[in-house]
Nanobody, 122 residues
Framework: QVQLVESGGGLVQAGGSLRLSCAASGSIFSINTMGWFRQAPGKQRELVARITNAESTNYADSVKDRFTISRDNAKRTVYLEMNRLKPEDTAVYYC????????????????WGQGTQVTVSS
């Protein structure tokens, strides 16, 4: 089993910045993809950004040039630096990881964090 602990959400004015963190622990041999999704009220959960274990990244068009995803493999942590925040960024942000629990595992397993609220006021 894998546990994800998120932190860093909160209330910020438009134009401000926040940094989200998500630390993974538990039965982990390696973490493949790490990412952030978000879900606003009445909307579907959407990908914000993700980063592979080769440090390849991709972003939603709506956050490109404003958000930066990074990871610290030694700490098993993924970060999301969010700058120039807009009211439409308001949502619950969820950490997502895909994990190999053992070297010999034929499958990767996906886990979600509990979510952290980000609210951007206008």
């Amino acid at each position: 089993q894998v546990q994800l602990v998120e932190s860093g959400g909160g209330l910020v004015q438009a134009g401000g910045s926040l940094r989200l963190s998500c630390a993974a622990s538990g039965s982990i041999f390696s973490i493949n993809t790490m990412g952030w999704f978000r879900q606003a009220p009445g909307k579907q959960r959407e990908l914000v950004a993700r980063i592979t274990n080769a440090e390849s990244t991709n972003y939603a068009d709506s956050v490109k040039d404003r958000f930066t995803i990074s990871r610290d493999n030694a700490k098993r942590t993924v970060y999301l630096e969010m700058n120039r925040l807009k009211p439409e960024d308001t949502a619950v942000y969820y950490c997502n990881v895909k994990v190999l629990p053992r070297l010999t595992s034929p499958y990767e397993y996906e886990y979600w964090g509990q979510g952290t609220q980000v609210t951007v006021s206008s």
